[in-house]
């Protein structure tokens, strides 16, 4: 893989990685235009400029990641890690992690190798290799089939990825065509040389959103994000951008302006994944709007397209989608806004009382919000003979009650997600698995232990969730106020203990 990204990188391929040359930025023209085109002309040029110039960092982290990767190359290494104030789990070593994009992840295999004695030893190796490839919508059993079918497919990419580049298609190309290799090898070689060593991931469907669900017991919440068993996966982006889309399509019969050239343009699950993804960690209407603007300004890039609407109406059309997409959000997951807004207005009274937020998580992590005010400070100093004036910001002793209510929604769901990444590895650890890749949502380790690390995972997050954790910080938080809290918020009826046969929770 490293051979590949090297190659890749040389030839200016773009597989999954920046463009080594910059647009190039229009030159003013030397006739004469109208006042319309020479404002098209400038914003033209600002985007063009703006794109280049997020180039530079990403260029400077492949040259890292590339440098890095070369240097310890066959080696045996570690992954350190720390926690952050809310307990969530990093690793220390930059750039080449497996927290990383999808090239560092393709390029990282765990040291100890495992045989593959049994069909079930190989299932998530195939499941796997489907969810690289874009197959992670499907029931398992079609996952494997995929799998199965395209195993002559794999072989022949393996033996010259250069010249059959089917897995440069694939949404995560550097991961796929790590699984490639690991594929082809154990189905050209005999099982009893074979061991696997690719960390074989599962996946959340939306982490925030599960976790909102789980505490308010959702039902319907529970049910798109696949924390309730179904026979197939559901998908809660394609949920919210199909509803977003029979609002347009209800728009346009009623002429009004805009929705049927966003139902021309096309309304898919990647217009809704982010704005989602971000929601139970701080979503704004602001930011909901910026996500559109880049899934819009990514998409017409990607199809080779002018801009739809004119320069003058760009800004309302985007508008008019990111309004109809919160709109659909806040339609589909009531309860989960229901548990948010109930922290925002306990965070509100504690502030007020001038009293930070602190909690312990179910894995006994002791959490502290204390967000304080901040005020610009100026020192001015004589340097070379001239004045010059340093400015900074100073922390001051009073709380900040906009970043109180802000932060405590998305840290109170980071906690949690942190603690019951804590208590799967704890647990699988307990039951033999020793070798983990884990990010926040998603879940990796060898092949054989897949279905023991999904067990163990399944289990932590029922038993963390058997207790009503909104009711445990409601009396840990009322402890500390002089004042009476909000009452909690009203829950559905969701049995938490059926988690533990949803098959699809982390897929």
Sequence with gaps: VLEMLEWAWDKDLQIGLPPRDDLKLPEWPEEEMTVEESRNWRDDKREKAAYNKSLASQRILISKILMLAGKFKEDRI??????????????IPSYLN?????HCRGLLQFHRGMSIKSDDDLKWLGIHGANCFGNDKTDFDTRLKWADGFTRDAIRIAKDPKSNREWTKAPDPWQALAWCYEWADFHTKSSKNFKTHLPCAMDATNSGLQLLSLLSRDEEGCFATNVAPTDTPQDIYRLVSDYSL????????????YAR??????????????????????????????????????TRRERGMECCFGRAHMYPAIKYLADILWHSIESLLTKP???????????????????????????????????????????STWLNGSLSAVRFKDITDELDPRKQSNGIAPNVV??????????????????????FAMIHDSFATHSNNCETLASSLRDSFADMFSEDILANLREEWQK???????ELPSYGSFDVNTLRSSKYFFS
Aim: aromatic share 12%; with cysteine; proline share 5%.
């Design 78 to 91: 570690f992954m350190p890690s720390s926690c952050d104030f809310r307990g969530r789990v990093y690793q």
């Design 414 to 435: 980071h906690s949690l997600d942190a603690a019951g990444l804590v208590l799967t590895v704890n647990e699988a650890h307990r039951r033999g698995v020793y070798d």
């Design 480 to 486: 500390m106020s002089d004042e009476p809290l909000p």
């Design 261 to 298: 050239l966003w139902i021309d343009f096309g309304i898919d699950r990647k217009m809704s994944k982010r704005p989602v993804m971000c929601y139970s960690y701080g979503l704004t209407p602001y930011s909901n709007r910026d996500y559109v603007s880049e899934w819009y300004d990514t």
């Design 246 to 257: 029979g609002i347009l399509k209800q728009h346009a019969k009623d002429g009004r302006d």
């Design 98 to 102: 497996y927290q990383g994009p999808d």
């Design 337 to 379: 806004k229901l548990v948010m807004d109930w922290l925002q207005d306990t965070s509100r009274v504690m502030t007020a009382q001038d009293l930070a937020l602190d909690w312990t998580t179910p894995s006994g992590f002791k959490v502290s919000q204390d967000y304080r005010k901040q005020v610009n400070q100026k020192v």
